[in-house]
């Protein structure tokens, strides 16, 4: 804010005096600048504009100033009105709790501030209510760009440095559907508060020695970072900065090839406040900037606030985020597959009531019934259920079946869904297979397509065959799904996985594909919705919707793929858990076993990859036929084939998995209460299903506490061995028909 030009009304030491304090920046800085503009002639109004405060604010100081002078000025303000707002604290407020006007009358209450306050800040960083962030940053100089990220921070003794990104073109037009929270907010903050405070100077390393260290360390963190982040234009925002100016100047120009520029904080703002504020902001517009990307943040700077007392020189934080350039830019020409045109997203398909989700379930469950039946499983009115009906026939959704006879009264018509209403394409991501599928409303399968791959295939490639095969399928399916008919596209994937992001982190059999942001690689190339999900997950989602009443209960999914996982369905729908990576089995087995590693951690269980273990212990207790492909498929379903034959060694070996296999799932009955264990997956074959039922089904049910209060049924999956494309396809139907009281943002 640029000082007033001159206050001719008042005596020159007192000018003086108020000159001081409006450039002080303290709590004074407002009521001086207050005065100096009343003095120059102008008004309540234009004064309340220039500074950004309410017309009351300014018609108070006033009035303390001419019944009190300078002394009327430092009494304290009524209580419950902070002397200086912190405006970044009001954008992140804002941020986390849009609702329009409502909401900044509710943030003026919180923060002890005027309306107008809050109106006139989200007038300056250019955040609208009921509008998705496009701000402007008022750092100085400016940010250029409304749309930015945070992609790194810096801390050594001298300086902290946020790291911020811009595009010129503007942010999605819609808010990210998660938001991080105040923890995590908070989180950032706290573990960078021991940093701020830390002396400037580190006794275990000699001065000299420590400007050569601070010298080089910023300059080579901001030319990694430039590395890292090719295609987005950086921004280092100092949030705070101890030194000689001299020594300051150097450090913010150490390289003219950098292409980094600086920036310091806002006026009104503090480096805490900045931080949150640019944080909320971020994952408001990012999906891909969640919680694990600063939940990382937080652990990088808590390492190095307790690190230990070795006498070393303390390193600077210099935290980078993932590239985040695979979904900024367009792919180059001929890099993947063009998409068709012939297919484009279900428009049709809005269901605008959890009633029509009700009568849907109900149909679906029922595979045929009338809506008297509706109605009285339901507990909605006749009237309510005809005319629901009718809206769903008339849109396609059900059609009617041929009518029945009743003993009295006219016949009846029952409905169905209609299977052609939608279709859905889900994709399998395994490390020696990929498969795709499209299925039907109704869970039929229309085509299925499989292609062979390697683990350590670059994932650029092993993207581009996700996707050929993707449009492959839908190619040979073209005749039996409509141009508008496909809902979208589900992808299940070897967990773990960010869901908010669509990243896949780090899956223990597919090195290469640490961090990959898959879900925006993947929309560039499918013109619909696209959900990624956990391979267990996605098949307990399938299993729900395609055993319509034989799985209308709670119960748990076991996957027998490359490694074994475990989907959940409780109280109605899927369980995913916090982070949506509920279901991750081999620790459990490994706990209920006993295996502990050398550090204290669970086991990894070679039992828990059944591809791999049982050839092993088949060829260790002698059976030759087991081959020397060790850990292929070919070698599993070879020791298949011999235990169905009744070769001792097989049948040995295939009953010391299931056998670890059913501790775990001896854990989940005893947590969870069920009573209901279904099995499937690639490797549930039907050579060795007999032995993965008997022994798991003879562990859940002699070893459990309640055991005298239930009976544990385990049942095959009604899903083929496509089981996880099944059901990344139904996790579409999932988040579009099932009756959900909750947001339906996810499947």
């Not at 309340?48 to 009494?75: C, D, F, K, N």
């Not at 029509?356 to 109605?375: D, F, H, K, Q, Y």
């Not at 991750?584 to 076993?593: N, T, V």
Request: aromatic share 4%; proline share 8%.
């Amino acid at each position: 804010m640029p000082e007033p030009r001159s206050a001719p009304g008042l005596p020159a030491e007192t000018r003086a005096v108020l000159r001081g304090w409006a450039g002080s920046g303290g709590p004074l800085a407002t009521r001086a600048r207050v005065v100096l503009l009343a003095a120059e002639g102008l008004r309540d109004a234009d004064i309340a504009r220039r500074l950004g405060v309410s017309r009351q604010t300014v018609g108070s100081w006033r009035h303390r100033w001419h019944s009190g002078g300078l002394p009327g000025l430092e009494q304290r303000p009524r209580t419950g009105r902070p002397a200086l707002v912190d405006e970044a604290e009001v954008v992140t407020r804002a941020l986390l709790a849009p609702g329009g006007s409502g909401a900044s009358r509710a943030i003026a209450r919180e923060l002890g501030v005027s309306h107008a306050t809050v109106a006139a800040i989200r007038r300056r960083w250019q955040l609208p209510p009921d509008a998705s962030p496009a701000p402007h940053i008022p750092t100085r100089p400016p940010l250029p760009g409304a749309d930015v990220w945070v992609m790194g921070l810096y801390v050594d003794p001298l300086s902290a440095v946020l790291l911020a990104g811009t595009r010129p073109q503007a942010p999605r037009t819609a808010p990210a559907a998660t938001v991080i929270g105040e923890d995590v907010l908070e989180g950032v903050a706290r573990a960078l508060d021991p940093l701020s405070a830390a002396p400037a100077t580190d006794p275990a390393i000699p001065a000299r020695e420590a400007d050569t260290r601070r010298d080089g360390a910023l300059p080579a963190y901001l030319a990694a970072a430039a590395e890292h982040h090719p295609d987005i234009e950086l921004h280092a925002v100092v949030l705070w900065e101890r030194g000689r100016p001299a020594e300051r100047d150097t450090r913010r120009h150490p390289d003219a090839g950098t292409p980094v520029t600086f920036h310091d904080l806002p006026a009104r703002t503090t480096w805490r406040g900045f931080l949150r504020a640019m944080i909320a902001l971020d994952s408001t517009s990012h999906p891909e900037s969640s919680r694990r990307v600063y939940l990382d943040l937080v652990a990088a700077l808590e390492r190095r606030a307790h690190r230990p007392p070795t006498g070393g020189p303390a390193e600077p934080v210099h935290w980078l985020r993932e590239n985040v350039a695979g979904h900024l830019r367009a792919p180059a020409r001929g890099q993947l597959p063009s998409v068709s045109a012939s297919f484009s997203g279900v428009n049709q398909i809005d269901l605008g009531s959890f009633n029509e989700c009700v009568v849907i379930e109900a149909v679906r469950l029922s595979g045929s019934i009338t809506r008297g039946e509706i109605a009285h499983r339901t507990g909605l009115t006749q009237q309510s259920v005809s005319r629901i009906a009718r809206s769903l026939l008339d849109r396609g959704i059900l059609v009617e079946d041929a009518q029945r006879r009743a003993t009295s009264g006219k016949p009846r018509t029952p409905v169905r869904l209609c299977g052609t209403a939608a279709h859905a394409l889900g994709l399998h991501i395994d490390p020696e297979l990929l498969t795709a599928v499209v299925i039907d409303l109704d869970g039929a399968i229309v085509c299925t397509c499989t292609r062979p791959v390697s683990a350590d295939t670059d994932p650029g490639e092993f993207v581009a065959q996700v996707v050929a095969l993707g449009h492959e399928t839908l190619g040979k399916a073209r005749g039996a799904v409509r141009e508008d008919g496909l809902l979208g596209v589900g992808v299940a994937v070897p967990g773990p996985v960010d869901i908010a992001s669509g990243t896949v982190l780090n899956p223990p059999l597919m090195q290469a594909w640490e961090d990959l942001p898959l879900l925006y690689l993947l929309k560039d190339h499918f013109p619909c919705r696209v959900l990624i999900e956990k391979d267990s997950l996605a098949a307990a989602a399938g299993e729900r919707w395609i055993g319509r009443d034989r799985r209308a209960r709670d119960f748990a999914y076991l996957y027998l793929g490359t490694g074994v996982g475990s989907g959940l369905y409780l109280n109605g729908d899927l369980y995913r858990g916090v982070s949506a990576n509920a279901g991750e089995f081999g620790q459990l087995c490994a706990i209920a076993l006993g295996r502990m590693a050398g550090d204290g951690r669970p086991e990894i269980l070679p039992e828990c990859n059944p591809p791999v273990s049982v050839p092993d212990f088949a060829a260790r207790l002698g059976l030759g036929a087991a081959g020397t492909g060790g850990g292929s498929t070919a070698a599993y379903r070879a020791v298949g084939r011999a235990a169905a034959d009744g070769d001792p060694a097989a049948v040995r070996a295939v009953r010391e998995v299931a056998g670890a296999v059913g501790r775990g799932a001896l854990g989940l009955v005893d947590l969870l209460d069920i009573d209901l264990i279904v099995l499937g997956g690639p490797f549930f074959t039907d050579d060795v299903a007999g032995f993965y039922l008997e022994e798991i089904g003879r562990t859940v049910n002699e070893f459990p506490t309640a055991r005298r209060l239930r009976r544990v049924e385990v049942e095959r999956s009604v899903l083929s061995a496509e089981a996880a494309a099944v059901g990344a396809a139904s996790t579409l139907f999932h988040a579009t028909f099932t009756p959900r009281l909750r947001g339906r943002d996810r499947a």
